[in-house]
């Protein structure tokens, strides 16, 4: 059994960084994939990145969050750089056993979950 729990998230102003992390427990970091997913308030859970050895990101944080793992810690992390209000959400970490590549930009195709760590981004 796979568990996911994220941390680092936080309150920050326009500009600001972050780094969230997902340590991950009941199987080896190495042996998944591993993502990373955002919901805002009245919104779908959306796509931010993913890594099964690449890195895959949604187009609109390309450039600004950075998705790595580190395979001896059994985590991985999400840096966010020049943040703005519309990335306020919780951020949930996710694990996938079976899929990679493009799969991994879509939710229903990971079988674990963490429970989100909110991040809010004031102006």
């Known amino acids: 059994q796979v568990q996911l729990v994220e941390s680092g998230g936080g309150l920050v102003q326009t500009g600001d960084s972050l780094r969230l992390s997902c340590l991950v427990s009941g199987r080896t970091a190495s042996s998944l994939s591993l993502g990373w997913f955002r919901q805002a308030p009245g919104k779908e859970r959306e796509f931010v990145a993913a890594?099964?050895?690449?890195?895959l990101y949604a187009d609109s944080m390309k450039g600004r969050f950075t998705i790595s793992r580190d395979n001896a810690q059994n985590t991985v992390y999400l840096q966010m750089n020049s943040l703005k209000p519309e990335d306020t959400a919780v951020y949930y970490c996710?694990?996938?056993?079976?899929?990679?590549?493009?799969?991994?930009?879509?939710?229903?195709?990971?079988?674990?979950w963490g429970r989100g760590t909110q991040v809010t981004v004031s102006s």
């Open positions: 890594t099964d050895g690449s890195a």
């Open positions: 996710a694990a996938s056993t079976v899929f990679t590549g493009s799969y991994l930009r879509n939710k229903n195709f990971y079988g674990y």
